[in-house]
Each structure stands twice: as structure tokens, then as C-alpha cells.
């Protein structure tokens, strides 16, 4: 019976060793999407340096709202990719 626990216990360590090195796996990739749409604002905020109408400030001031929420994202995946990271290391 006990053989039959340690087993079962290793299984589940196993499997959510597993699930974590998969959410580091997620957390990178929307990492790296949000690092492109970064980009693309950041081509977008070139075109409208100087925003001389009053559609062009809006247009400016969009875009700076949108990359200072991707910076808030990028941020938050960086850090759950660390812990994860840490957690993994110090527990497999």
C-alpha cells in the first residue's frame, strides 16, 4: 500500500512539474506576442510624432494608452515566467 502512495505521489509531482514547465510555455509566448504589438505601436507612434490635428492627437493618445497597458502585460508575464522559473528550480 505504501509503494502504491509514494507512486501516486510522484505521478502527481510529475504532472504538475509538467502543468508548471506548460505555464511557463504560455506565459513566454504571450510575452513575445505582446513584445510584436509593442513594436507595431511603437511604427504606429513614429507616424504621429507631431500629431497637428486634433484626429491625430487622439490617434497618438491611443496608441500611447494601448502601449502603456502592453508595458503593464509585458511586465505581468515576466514576472509569473519568473516565479514559475524559481518555483521549478527550487521544487524539481
Given at each position: 500500500?505504501?509503494?502504491?502512495?509514494?507512486?501516486?505521489?510522484?505521478?502527481?509531482?510529475?504532472?504538475?512539474?509538467?502543468?508548471?514547465?506548460?505555464?511557463?510555455?504560455?506565459?513566454?509566448?504571450?510575452?513575445?506576442?505582446?513584445?510584436e504589438?509593442?513594436?507595431?505601436?511603437?511604427?504606429?507612434?513614429?507616424?504621429?510624432?507631431?500629431?497637428?490635428?486634433?484626429?491625430?492627437?487622439?490617434?497618438?493618445?491611443?496608441?500611447?494608452?494601448?502601449?502603456l497597458?502592453?508595458?503593464?502585460?509585458?511586465?505581468?508575464?515576466?514576472?509569473?515566467?519568473?516565479?514559475?522559473?524559481?518555483?521549478?528550480?527550487?521544487?524539481?
Amino acid at each position: 500500500m505504501e509503494k502504491v502512495q509514494e507512486s501516486d505521489v510522484v505521478r502527481s509531482m510529475d504532472v504538475l512539474r509538467q502543468q508548471l514547465a506548460e505555464s511557463v510555455s504560455v506565459q513566454e509566448a504571450k510575452l513575445k506576442s505582446v513584445q510584436e504589438e509593442s513594436k507595431q505601436i511603437n511604427r504606429n507612434l513614429q507616424l504621429v510624432v507631431n500629431p497637428d490635428t486634433s484626429a491625430a492627437l487622439d490617434f497618438h493618445n491611443q496608441l500611447t494608452a494601448a502601449q502603456l497597458l502592453l508595458e503593464i502585460e509585458a511586465g505581468d508575464a515576466i514576472f509569473r515566467i519568473h516565479r514559475l522559473q524559481e518555483y521549478l528550480a527550487k521544487n524539481y
